[in-house]
């Protein structure tokens, strides 16, 4: 497609159930990103995929959290157990070349009640 | 640890006027520094990269420095418009340990920007 995709634009959730948060990268893009903007927060580092690498986790805030890219496509970020401090915008974003050239989706709001 | 602070947090100016954002961070290590503008409820959309060894880059009324030796950059806005509004971001990629690696991004929290009519 023409932009990073990311579905759905909004959920909620109840405390305790899981979510999958989808991205579709641009077509090519080998690098992906996933970033949490929480309300009165910058975007905060979760994890990054770069073609057939080890993801970079560091950013995971908990062993709740975990994220797949299929295919070098399109990556699944997933909730586990689903607590209200995971409330936030969750970002993605992908480049040609890793650092350069981020070209970011519209993020999909997570809202756990 | 790098950290990324930005100010004001908040500004209201009216149409036509120059304005400066501020970014600080607090390691010189840097690969490149970038400005975005995030409108609401949308992504961030790259405005300027500035690499390490430059001064500044321009795109149209956009003006970004960078003095990387003292941890700062400014964005200036030339002649202010309401479509100016939005929320201005600072990102700098570190040039040290994991972080080197990823492309992985420091972000600050922001200057949300009102531009009135």
């Known amino acids: 497609g023409a932009g990073v995709s990311q579905s759905p634009s909004n959920k909620v959730t109840e405390k305790g159930k899981d979510v999958e948060l989808r991205c579709d990268p641009i077509?090519?893009?080998?690098?992906l990103y996933w970033y949490r903007q929480s309300l009165g927060q910058g975007l905060e580092f979760l994890i990054y995929?770069?073609?057939?690498?080890?993801?970079?986790k560091s950013g995971l805030p908990s062993d709740r959290f975990s994220a797949e890219r299929t295919g070098g496509s399109v990556s699944t970020l997933t909730i586990q157990r689903t607590q209200q401090e995971d409330s936030a915008v969750y970002l993605c974003?992908?480049?040609?070349?890793?650092?350069?050239?981020?070209?970011f989706g519209s993020g999909t709001r997570l809202t756990v009640v | 640890k790098q950290e990324v602070t930005q100010i004001p947090a908040a500004l209201s100016v009216p149409e036509g006027e120059n304005l400066v954002l501020n970014c600080s961070f607090t390691?010189?290590?840097?690969?490149?520094l970038q400005w975005f503008r995030q409108d609401p409820g949308k992504g961030l959309t790259s405005l300027l990269l500035?690499?390490?060894?430059?001064r500044e880059q321009t795109s149209g009324r956009l003006n970004a420095s960078l003095d990387k030796s003292s941890g700062r950059s400014t964005l200036y806005i030339a002649a202010s418009q309401p479509g100016d509004s939005a929320t201005y971001l600072c990102?700098?990629?570190?040039?040290?340990?994991?972080?080197?690696?990823?492309?992985?991004?420091?972000f600050g929290q922001g200057t949300t920007l009102q531009v009135k009519p």
């Open positions: 974003a992908s480049s040609l070349v890793q650092g350069y050239g981020y070209t």
């Open positions: 077509s090519g893009h080998t690098a």
């Open positions: 995929f770069q073609g057939n690498s080890a993801p970079d």
């Open positions: 390691d010189s290590a840097i690969y490149n």
């Open positions: 500035i690499q390490s060894s430059q």
């Open positions: 990102a700098v990629r570190p040039a040290k340990g994991g972080s080197s690696n990823t492309g992985k991004l420091i």
